[in-house]
């Protein structure tokens, strides 16, 4: 019976996400590369002229129409974008080639993935994305890269089991007590506050709920700004699971405009047999 107690006792462990290191990286970190001197100022400019073409594109080339457009593919880029495009996606990649596992080449990762986002190419997004974060794992750039991959399960794939186990991967800040707010103490708040809208979203509620209280014992000054926004997730929640149908305004100005033409061949159908019934009398 001890056995067999053990055994059900290590299912449950290895089922469970959270306890079975989903999400997790594995095997040892590996250090970014440091870039000093003419390196470094070198792969600066490259990543600063990268970020101005997109930038540049962007103002001008439309963007994909959100996640719904990921279920009919990438939007259509007009033919006059195409080489700019390239250009962009290239720019990037030539610092994430030629300064590998370094701060630079982490960061033009996660723009290049999302300007796939910004084109509707949601899959190379997603699986850059992911790379870089497995990639630089143990380090601010991986955390970075995993909180990114999270949102976009999450935003675009409304996969929110994948989701909380990527939120899952940036840890608590090991800082002193009375140590002043900082960036990893950020990205965290950030990531907790995603890990409890999956968690609502997952019917988790008790353990959403818990999770908000830690959240705000552990960072008070954010006390009633972090219970306001558990609130708001709950009932966007409540209220969904509610509508029985919904429906965007795209998709009810094209059932409109369909009816309006069914009713329209109708009329022209209808109308000359009934002039011609009229003439045969």
């Given at each position: 019976?001890?056995?067999?107690?053990?055994?059900?006792?290590?299912?449950?462990?290895?089922?469970?996400?959270?306890?079975?290191?989903?999400?997790?990286s594995s095997g040892p970190p590996i250090p970014t590369k440091k870039l000093w001197?003419?390196?470094?100022?070198?792969?600066?400019?490259?990543?600063?002229?990268?970020?101005?073409?997109?930038?540049?594109?962007?103002?001008?080339m439309p963007a994909a129409k959100g996640p719904a457009a990921r279920k009919?593919?990438?939007?259509?880029?007009?033919?006059?974008?195409?080489?700019?495009?390239?250009?962009?996606?290239?720019?990037?990649?030539?610092?994430?080639?030629?300064?590998?596992?370094?701060?630079?080449?982490?960061?033009?990762?996660?723009?290049?993935?999302?300007?796939?986002?910004?084109?509707g190419k949601y899959d190379e997004g997603l699986e850059l994305s992911a790379k870089t974060?497995?990639?630089?794992?143990?380090?601010?750039?991986?955390?970075?890269?995993?909180f990114s991959t999270g949102l976009m399960h999450a935003q675009t794939w409304g996969d929110y089991t994948q989701a909380r186990n990527w939120f899952l991967r940036i840890p608590k800040p090991d800082n002193p007590p009375g140590a002043p707010y900082d960036k990893e103490d950020n990205l965290y708040l950030a990531a907790?506050?995603?890990?409890?809208?999956?968690?609502?979203?997952?019917?988790?509620?008790?353990?959403?709920?818990?999770?908000?209280?830690?959240?705000?014992?552990?960072?008070?000054?954010?006390?009633?700004?972090?219970?306001?926004?558990?609130?708001?997730?709950?009932?966007s929640r409540d209220l969904n699971a509610k509508r029985p149908f919904t429906v965007s305004l795209e998709t009810l100005a094209k059932l409109l405009i369909g009816m309006g033409a069914i009713l329209i061949?109708?009329?022209l159908l209808l109308f000359p047999t009934k002039r011609y019934s009229q003439k045969g009398q």
């Amino acid at each position: 019976m001890k056995c067999r107690s053990l055994l059900v006792v290590a299912v449950l462990l290895l089922n469970d996400p959270a306890m079975a290191g989903e999400g997790q990286s594995s095997g040892p970190p590996i250090p970014t590369k440091k870039l000093w001197g003419r390196q470094y100022a070198e792969a600066s400019a490259a990543t600063s002229r990268a970020d101005v073409m997109r930038a540049e594109l962007e103002k001008r080339m439309p963007a994909a129409k959100g996640p719904a457009a990921r279920k009919q593919g990438p939007s259509p880029t007009p033919g006059e974008f195409e080489a700019e495009v390239a250009g962009v996606e290239r720019a990037y990649q030539e610092v994430i080639d030629g300064y590998p596992h370094t701060e630079r080449a982490a960061y033009c990762a996660l723009r290049l993935s999302g300007f796939y986002q910004y084109q509707g190419k949601y899959d190379e997004g997603l699986e850059l994305s992911a790379k870089t974060a497995d990639e630089f794992a143990g380090s601010r750039e991986g955390l970075e890269a995993a909180f990114s991959t999270g949102l976009m399960h999450a935003q675009t794939w409304g996969d929110y089991t994948q989701a909380r186990n990527w939120f899952l991967r940036i840890p608590k800040p090991d800082n002193p007590p009375g140590a002043p707010y900082d960036k990893e103490d950020n990205l965290y708040l950030a990531a907790q506050e995603q890990l409890m809208k999956c968690e609502l979203r997952l019917g988790r509620d008790t353990q959403a709920e818990r999770r908000s209280l830690e959240l705000r014992q552990t960072f008070p000054q954010f006390g009633d700004q972090l219970e306001r926004s558990f609130r708001f997730e709950l009932a966007s929640r409540d209220l969904n699971a509610k509508r029985p149908f919904t429906v965007s305004l795209e998709t009810l100005a094209k059932l409109l405009i369909g009816m309006g033409a069914i009713l329209i061949v109708s009329g022209l159908l209808l109308f000359p047999t009934k002039r011609y019934s009229q003439k045969g009398q």
